[in-house]
């Protein structure tokens, strides 16, 4: 049923159902993570080579890539000195949803 309903979506409607703004979160990370880099004066090639990841995916993160994996992100994070945390969203108490 769920093939044959995102079969017959449109791609304005795709949007609506799933909240891209993880997009926007990501792209913020990376230039977190971008500052913190530059602070301790590192380049992507130092990160690449401290964090055994290639210097390709030091930039895709730096970027907000979503194709990185996790794993990734927070092994860069981890060596900058900084840590992911995940918070619980505020909820509307009527819809359940994000606010």
């Known amino acids: 049923m769920g093939i ?3 079969k017959y979506c449109n791609f304005r409607s795709l949007i609506r159902f799933f909240n891209l ?3 926007e979160q990501l792209v913020k990370l990376g230039q977190q993570i971008n500052k913190r880099r530059e602070q ?3 380049s992507q090639w130092d ?5 055994q990841l290639s210097d390709a995916t030091i930039r895709a993160i730096e970027k907000g890539k979503p194709t990185v ?4 992100w927070i092994k860069v994070a981890d060596v900058l000195g900084l840590e992911v945390v995940l918070q619980a969203k505020r909820m509307s108490d ?6």
């Open 4 to 6: 044959f309903v995102l």
């Open 21 to 23: 703004n993880y997009m």
């Open 40 to 42: 301790l004066r590192l």
């Open 47 to 51: 990160m690449a080579e401290i964090t």
């Open 69 to 72: 994996a996790m794993g990734n």
């Open 94 to 99: 009527e819809t359940r949803k994000s606010i």
